[in-house]
């Protein structure tokens, strides 16, 4: 058992450090105030090589895994949650073809992202259908003058990347919209620019400005066979299971940079004739959330290390949905906490706190909600997936 990252992985995690505290700390509190997709870090990324960490070698990633990933994502986010999404969206919309797509499918999609000529969006969510997938009501029907091919017709609501993305991965019903049955569920490459897909509304969010979050709608847009995907409902899952990591890395960074930022402002701010950090109430309230991020850190590593296996199925969902929950939690908490250290001072915008606290409120709600991975744990452990004995 070795608890070190190997010589790539620190080499990476070093490198991906400086590029963050050069590039992306001083343009935080900027991208957060404009909303303006941040075009130059993103241009940062391609000439790092770190748009394709997750993408294979033979389809132009460098082949990091979702362990690559998940170092990098939390170096960035330690800084800002917009750039660690952007990277998230590497992984994403390409976590489905990588899985279940044809061999041709993935030598056309995959290797425009790892280069960044191309990006790309997951659509899933629908207005009355988040945690509850089998309610979606986009559908997708036969072609009648093409064997094989599909017509899509819905709508997809809180995509990020959306106004940004070159293609989109979506999933959509085959039969009856009101059936609940996961048979019933299919999948779908779909390019930006296909006839009736439109991008009507951009939605107006509380935290991580910057990368739009949008809604796209279907409009009798026609998709040929050879963009059809494999895998359905289960596809959906296994490629949401396999992401459990990538997002923990997000709350993960943020929690570590909101706690440093704090444990820095209370060295320096004198109260009652010392330091605020010299008081031992705060010095305990810092050193149990240190220890709840080195939990998140080892729940976090872990279920990255079990992802770039394979082993995204169901019988590891409790240890893949355990580190995206609790790494969540600890950014809110952590974020919570550091906004209390400065005080009035940390609800202002002349400190990134108040920014950590907002961004910290999307983790536990994106990619299935706190309690979804709480039902997802405990099913698995009353049908043994996770048991000690």
Request: net charge negative; hydrophobic share 40%.
């Amino acid at each position: 058992m070795d608890f070190q990252l190997n010589d790539e992985l620190l080499g990476l995690q070093q490198s991906v450090r400086r590029l963050a505290q050069e590039k992306i700390k001083p343009r935080a509190r900027e991208i957060d105030t404009t909303g303006t997709y941040p075009q130059d870090l993103f241009e940062e990324f391609r000439k790092a090589d770190l748009l394709g960490l997750c993408i294979p070698e033979e389809y132009g990633g460098s082949g990091a895994g979702i362990m690559g990933l998940t170092v990098t994502i939390e170096e960035v986010t330690k800084y800002s949650n917009v750039l660690g999404l952007m990277l998230l969206l590497t992984r994403l919309p390409t976590g489905p073809i990588m899985i279940a797509g044809t061999e041709q499918q993935k030598l056309r999609y995959l290797p425009g992202i790892a280069t960044g000529s191309h990006r790309a969006a997951f659509c899933l969510s629908e207005p009355g259908a988040g945690s509850d997938v089998a309610g979606m009501q986009t559908r997708a029907t036969a072609d009648p003058d093409v064997e094989g091919g599909y017509i899509l017709n819905g709508t997809k609501c809180w995509i990020s990347g959306g106004m940004q993305a070159d293609w989109f991965v979506v999933f959509a019903k085959t039969g009856d919209v009101t059936s609940r049955q996961h048979t019933e569920i299919a999948s779908f490459i779909v390019d930006g620019d296909s006839p009736g897909l439109s991008r009507p509304r951009v939605d107006k969010k509380m935290g991580v400005k910057g990368i739009d979050t949008a809604e796209i709608v279907f409009d009798q847009v026609k998709v040929a066979p050879e963009q059809v995907l494999g895998g359905g409902f289960a596809l959906v899952m296994q490629s949401l299971n396999a992401m459990r990591p990538i997002v923990a890395a997000r709350g993960l960074g943020l929690a570590e940079g909101a706690l440093m930022y704090a444990t820095e402002y209370v060295k320096q701010r004198p109260a009652f004739g010392r330091t605020i950090a010299e008081f031992q109430g705060i010095q305990w309230e810092i050193a149990k959330c240190a220890t709840e991020i080195e939990a998140a850190r080892l729940l976090t590593y872990r279920a990255a290390w079990l992802a770039d296996q394979g082993k995204f199925t169901k019988e590891y969902v409790p240890m893949l949905s355990m580190c995206k929950y609790y790494a969540s939690e600890v950014a809110v908490k952590a974020s919570g906490l550091a906004l209390q250290l400065l005080g009035a001072a940390g609800y202002m915008e002349e400190h990134l706190t108040e920014l950590y606290y907002r961004d910290a409120a999307q983790l536990r709600i994106v990619e299935g909600t706190s309690q979804v991975q709480l039902g997802l744990i405990g099913k698995g452990v009353l049908g043994h997936d996770l048991w000690w004995d």
